[in-house]
């Protein structure tokens, strides 16, 4: 497995969770990693990136409340989201830029793990 995230469950509105995700060392490098999410029915969205220098982006519906990390010592990628919203319910996917510039386009991406569920309940 070259992408395992980690993390999700089930977490009242206003709680919080973070979501791990670790990368083979083949392909963590300095490449820009994100986060997306998939909601049923509706397309995947990339909600956070962080370049291979640590800058960060944000999609306008997380940001002030989710923070994207890295520790390239433990070629691992974090996720924390904060005061969650039952909107904010979906499989959550890491994935592997081939830039090292943070980026919200999808294909950007190269390498994608498999998802983690959270379920925030109202």
């Known amino acids: 497995v070259q992408l395992q995230a980690s993390g999700g469950g089930l977490v009242q509105a206003g709680g919080s969770l973070r979501l791990s995700c670790v990368a083979s060392?083949?392909?963590?490098?300095?490449?820009?990693m994100g986060w997306s999410r998939q909601a049923p029915g509706k397309q995947r969205e990339l909600v956070a990136s962080?370049?291979?220098?640590?800058?960060?982006i944000y999609a306008d519906s997380v940001k002030g409340r989710f923070t994207i990390s890295r520790d390239n010592a433990k070629n691992t990628v974090y996720l924390q989201m904060n005061s969650l919203k039952p909107e904010d319910t979906a499989v959550y996917y890491c994935?592997?830029?081939?830039?090292?510039?943070?980026?919200?386009?999808?294909?950007?991406?190269?390498?994608w793990g498999q998802g983690t569920l959270v379920t925030v309940s109202s």
């Open positions: 994935a592997r830029s081939w830039k090292s510039s943070a980026s919200l386009s999808s294909g950007d991406y190269n390498y």
């Open positions: 962080i370049s291979g220098g640590g800058t960060t």
């Open positions: 060392a083949t392909i963590y490098g300095i490449n820009a």
